[in-house]
C-alpha cells in the first residue's frame, strides 16, 4: 500500500509518501509546497492543488491521509486551514483516490503513545522508525507522520476489524454514581 499524508495550509502544504513492502515502511519522497506570501489566497491555492497533483501522479498513491480539521482561536486561520484542505480533498478526488482524516491527537497518539505530544517528539519517532535523519520542515514530516499513522491504523483495522480502537469518551471527572453509597 502506498500512502500521501498531506499536511494541508495555505502558506506550507506538507506531503510525505510512504509505502509497505513486505511488512517494511519505505520512505518514497516528502517536502512542501510552498507558494510565494505575496501571491493572493486564490493563487496559492490554485498552485497548491497542481503541487499536490503532481505529486499524486509522480508517486501513485493508493490512498491520501490528511489531517483533519481542529478548533483554532483565529477564525481567519481557521477559515484558510479549511480551503487549503478543501483543494487538497479535491486533487485527491479527481485522482480517484480515496481520502482518511485523522485529528492531531490521533496522529500523536498513534505515533508516540501520547495524543499530546509536541511536534519534536512526533518528529523524533518518525525519524526513528523510517531512519530519516533530516526534515525540509517540520510541515514534511508532520505530512509523513499522517501517512505512517493510516498505514498503522488501517494495519490493525485490518487485522483485528474495525471497532477495535475507539477514541475515549470524555466524562465528568465525578457523578453520584462515582460516590460510594455504603457509608
Wanted: hydrophobic share 40%.
Amino acid at each position: 500500500m502506498r500512502v500521501i499524508g498531506v499536511d494541508p495550509g495555505s502558506r506550507i502544504c506538507g506531503y510525505g509518501v510512504l509505502e509497505t513492502r513486505n511488512g517494511e515502511l519505505v520512505h518514497i519522497e516528502s517536502g512542501c509546497i510552498s507558494p510565494p506570501n505575496k501571491f493572493s489566497l486564490p493563487l496559492r491555492l490554485k498552485i497548491i492543488f497542481e503541487g499536490l497533483r503532481e505529486v499524486i501522479d509522480r508517486s501513485s498513491p493508493d490512498v491520501m491521509s490528511i489531517e483533519d480539521v481542529f478548533f483554532s482561536k483565529n477564525s481567519r486561520s481557521a477559515l484558510k486551514l479549511g480551503e487549503a484542505r478543501g483543494v487538497a480533498l479535491l486533487a485527491a478526488t479527481i485522482s480517484g483516490i480515496p481520502v482518511h482524516e485523522y485529528a492531531p491527537a490521533e496522529v500523536k497518539l498513534a505515533l508516540t503513545g501520547q495524543g499530546r505530544a509536541n511536534k519534536i517528539e512526533v518528529q523524533k519517532m518518525i525519524s526513528l522508525i523510517l531512519g530519516v535523519t533530516e526534515w525540509d520542515t517540520k510541515d514534511s514530516s508532520d505530512a509523513v507522520a499522517i501517512a505512517l499513522c493510516h498505514i498503522n491504523t488501517s494495519q490493525i483495522n485490518e487485522r483485528f476489524g474495525r471497532g477495535v480502537i475507539k477514541p475515549r469518551k470524555r466524562r465528568r471527572r465525578w457523578t453520584k454514581d462515582d460516590i460510594s453509597s455504603s457509608r
